[in-house]
């Protein structure tokens, strides 16, 4: 079962849903253009796509005819996308490596947090000291339900199978929320990025300290830049000005709105990781 936000952000999520639901009526050519953007994340529950669409217009309308379509529902993007309009696809790379069965994609670049172009997340709690103790707890965790499941499953293995039909599960916009759900009671535990841990052991020493890590993900990559197969030759300047975002002072804050402080690109990395990335 997932947990909608608590109380006193359902009216704010209900306005920005009115919005959004306009924003994305607006049809989009089947044919597309090499200009848009298109986004969609299910490891990150974003609050305000308002906002998020007007700052990238604005900063993409600087360098050209450019224009950013984020996708609030995982369905909506890839319709879309099985359509194949030109353009580049910002989106995990959990939903990356599973949308390259049915749709083939090519990733460009990947998105760095700390320079890193990889992140592992760390299940933990406050007054839970094993996994078989989260029977009827609620996670709490950044991203949509079947991102934040297939993560756990992965963390407790089969060993635990019976147990993830017991756990419910509660959105967040991100996860330095999901740390702080646990600290005030909402959630008994959380599903975060070690980068985040290590942000609230520097702004609450306190509350880091209380918490135990229960479980470790493997690494994964974050934010993909993709493009369709096959690949797009007059993509390349949109992606260009993807890849020096953090250069320029509006693209760097941008960046921060994804959880991101720069691009590498996917051939710049080491073999072992293009591997990883670089599909039939």
Same mark, same amino acid.
């Given at each position: 079962?997932?947990i909608?936000y608590?109380?006193i952000f359902?009216q704010w999520?209900?306005?920005?849903s009115?919005?959004?639901?306009a924003l994305?009526?607006?049809?989009?050519a089947?044919?597309g253009t090499?200009?848009?953007?298109?986004?969609?994340n299910?490891?990150s529950s974003?609050?305000?796509?308002?906002?998020?669409?007007?700052e990238?217009d604005?900063y993409?309308?600087?360098q050209g005819?450019y224009s950013f379509q984020p996708?609030?529902?995982?369905?909506?993007?890839e319709?879309?996308?099985?359509g194949?309009p030109?353009?580049v696809?910002?989106?995990s790379s959990w939903?990356?490596l599973q949308?390259?069965?049915?749709t083939?994609l090519e990733a460009?670049?990947v998105?760095?947090?700390?320079g890193?172009p990889q992140?592992?997340?760390?299940?933990t709690?406050?007054?839970?000291?094993?996994?078989?103790?989260l029977a009827?707890?609620t996670?709490?965790?950044?991203?949509?339900e079947?991102?934040?499941?297939?993560?756990?499953?992965?963390?407790l293995?089969a060993?635990?199978?019976a147990l993830m039909?017991?756990?419910? #599960?509660l &959105?967040?916009? @991100?996860?330095?929320d999901a740390?702080? %759900? $646990?600290s005030?009671g909402?959630a +008994?535990?959380?599903?975060?990025?070690?980068?985040?841990?290590?942000?609230l052991?520097?702004?609450n020493p306190?509350?880091?300290?209380?918490?135990k890590? #229960?479980? &470790?993900?493997? @690494?994964?990559?974050l934010?993909?830049? %993709? $493009?369709?197969?096959?690949?797009? +030759?007059d993509a390349?300047?949109?992606?260009?000005i993807?890849?020096?975002m953090q250069q320029?002072p509006?693209g760097?804050?941008?960046l921060?709105?994804?959880?991101?402080?720069g691009?590498k690109?996917?051939?710049?990395l080491?073999?072992?990781l293009?591997k990883q990335?670089?599909?039939?």
């Open positions: 079962m997932m909608k608590p109380t359902r999520r209900a306005w920005i009115v919005v959004l639901w994305l009526s607006i049809p989009i089947p044919a090499p200009e848009t953007v298109f986004f969609y299910p490891e974003v609050d305000n796509f308002a906002a998020l669409k007007a990238f604005d993409l309308s600087k005819a996708f609030s529902e995982r369905n909506t993007f319709v879309m996308l099985a194949k030109q353009g696809y910002l989106l939903h990356y949308l390259n069965a049915k083939p460009k670049l998105g760095t947090a700390k890193e992140q592992r997340k760390i299940l709690a406050k007054d839970i000291d094993n996994i078989p103790a009827g707890a996670i709490a965790g950044a991203g949509s079947d991102y934040l499941r297939s993560q756990l499953q992965q963390m293995g060993s635990y199978a039909p017991k756990i419910k #599960l &959105s967040v916009p @991100k996860d330095i740390l702080m %759900a $646990v005030f909402m +008994s535990a959380a599903l975060s990025s070690e980068n985040s841990l290590n942000k052991a520097l702004i306190k509350q880091h300290a209380q918490l890590t #229960l479980a &470790s993900g493997e @690494k994964s990559f934010l993909i830049a %993709a $493009v369709a197969k096959p690949s797009q +030759s390349q300047p949109l992606l260009k993807i890849e020096t320029q509006d760097e804050k941008n921060k709105m994804l959880g991101l402080d691009w690109r996917i051939d710049a080491d073999t072992s293009v990335l670089r599909l039939p």
